[in-house]
Nanobody, 127 residues
Framework: EVQLQASGGGLVQAGGSLRLSCVASGFNFDAYTIAWIRQAPGKSREEISCISVNDGITHYVDSVKGRFTISSDRAKNTVYLQMNTLKPEDTAVYSC????????????????????WGKGTQVTVSS
């Protein structure tokens, strides 16, 4: 059974940090691209970062560049999203997803098709 379990969300003040984790199982983790996709209230889903687990290629949407860092631990089948200097506009449900496609450059307000999705974790940034 394929599972993607996101965790690490919470309530944080603006300027604070959180680290999200995504634990994957049931598929060949090393062969996939793992993405973090968020959805804010009243807005469409947005892919904010991805990592190609096999070769480490990463991409970020402009709104999080320099503040968020994606990484993977192949021994633990886990992808992390370190989020620093959080802003109220980062408030959203954050989900991780897996695709057997390449990790491609990202644009604001869009996301690529995914093969597997996990349940999200809520991130709330207060001003």
């Amino acid at each position: 059974e394929v599972q993607l379990q996101a965790s690490g969300g919470g309530l944080v003040q603006a300027g604070g940090s959180l680290r999200l984790s995504c634990v994957a199982s049931g598929f060949n983790f090393d062969a996939y691209t793992i993405a973090w996709i968020r959805q804010a209230p009243g807005k469409s889903r947005e892919e904010i970062s991805c990592i190609s687990v096999n070769d480490g290629i990463t991409h970020y949407v402009d709104s999080v560049k320099g503040r968020f860092t994606i990484s993977s631990d192949r021994a633990k089948n886990t992808v992390y999203l370190q989020m620093n200097t959080l802003k109220p506009e980062d408030t959203a449900v954050y989900s991780c997803a897996a695709s057997d496609s390449m990790c491609l450059p990202l644009r604001v307000g869009m996301y690529y098709g995914q093969d597997y999705w996990g349940k999200g974790t809520q991130v709330t940034v207060s001003s």
